[in-house]
């Protein structure tokens, strides 16, 4: 029978208006604004036209290297910034709902490029003045949407970095995915290697099993190094390393290298897990701050942390276990004078909150 109470029908549609409105303010808070700059990691300096990528969000950066995305709120998303004649660029960023997170990526310029006419012979990309190189076996290369051995010219680029003198630029984060959880890495060296079809541009990889030898420089002479170590590929889609084998410590002098092999090309670390504490603090923050980001780099130890500022101004970020790092908090336009921290094995707490200028 047809319900002619007009109180019942009201209620009804008030139910109805109300979960509407629930569902899509749920939907609004499930959202974060993620801000950041991407930036040349030798000199410094703002790289405009790099294609920045969260998910399916992407945008340009602007004549400042600035980007501006609304992305999914979700913890250890991960960012991807591009643009020709540099390595790939990943960061790991928290994007809390309702908040804004911020994010600096800075590139590494390509190190050496070698092309060669077929895909089914041998090839060893070297890289001049350095330890670096690739060694790929013959036939290993195939299209990357087809997994067919691809014709035609190949061209690889390799790119190396030193965490050590520049920790900042070390892709994606300092943390290795182990069982389910997170720990903390200090790295050697990072290497860098892609694949294309000269003509076409589309993306190589290994075939499946097939190995590429890989030699990491080891930094500068002198420095204290371990003879072995974990030989770690980065999982660009969590910006967490997965070790994967171990590499050995070869040559001398200033051809000191990590020699390991690979089972995929992109991003390689030699790598070693480390001890963390705590340092817990605030930051004194006036209206319209923005987004503020902690961050600590160890002295003499390719080893950094980050962690965003709650809205009251606290944070808790990692610091290795028994080294010296600095600390600065920043925000767009904004940042905190470093703070020297360390050596203590025991968690830190800051009395005093960092004020930003």
Not at 63 to 88: E, I, M
Not at 118 to 124: D, E, G, I, L, R
Not at 256 to 268: A, I, N, P
Request: hydrophobic fraction near 40%; charge should be negative.
């Amino acid at each position: 029978m047809y319900n002619s109470r007009p109180d019942l029908q009201v209620a009804a549609m008030a139910f109805l208006f109300l979960h509407a409105t629930a569902s899509h303010a749920e939907a609004m808070a499930a959202k974060s604004r993620l801000q950041g700059q991407v930036l040349h990691a030798l000199t410094g300096q703002v790289i405009a036209g790099a294609q920045v990528t969260v998910g399916q969000q992407s945008t340009t950066t602007d004549a400042r290297g600035r980007f501006d995305l609304r992305v999914d709120a979700a913890a250890g998303q991960t960012v991807l910034a591009a643009r020709p004649g540099y390595a790939r660029g990943v960061s790991r960023v928290d994007a809390l709902a309702g908040s804004t997170a911020q994010a600096t990526l800075r590139l590494v310029p390509v190190s050496s490029v070698a092309s060669w006419p077929n895909a089914t012979a041998p090839v060893s990309v070297l890289v001049p003045g350095s330890s670096a190189q690739v060694a790929l076996p013959a036939s290993s290369l195939v299209d990357r949407s087809s997994g067919q051995l691809a014709p035609g010219a190949v061209m690889a680029q390799v790119t190396t970095l030193d965490p050590r003198t520049r920790p900042a630029a070390m892709p994606g984060s300092y943390l290795q995915s182990v069982g389910g959880s997170t720990q903390a890495i200090e790295s050697f060296g990072v290497i860098h290697i892609e694949a294309k079809d000269r003509a076409t541009g589309q993306p190589r990889e290994l075939i499946p099993g097939a190995m590429a030898v890989v030699h990491i420089p080891a930094g500068q002479p002198g420095a204290a190094l371990p003879t072995t170590v974990a030989l770690s590929h980065l999982d660009e889609s969590s910006g967490l390393w997965v070790q994967e084998g171990s590499a050995t410590l070869r040559g001398h002098g200033a051809s000191l290298h990590y020699e390991g092999t690979v089972s995929r090309l992109g991003y390689w670390s030699a790598t070693r897990p480390v001890d963390t504490i705590q340092v817990h603090g605030s930051v004194c923050l006036p209206e319209n701050t923005g987004a503020v980001t902690v961050r600590t780099d160890d002295v003499g130890h390719a080893m950094a942390a980050e962690a965003p500022a709650l809205p009251n101004g606290g944070f808790h970020v990692a610091l290795r276990a028994g080294g010296q790092a600095t600390l600065q908090a920043q925000a767009p336009g904004q940042s905190s004078d470093p703070v020297t921290l360390g050596p203590s094995m025991v968690d830190i707490e800051l009395t005093d909150c960092l004020p930003l200028h």
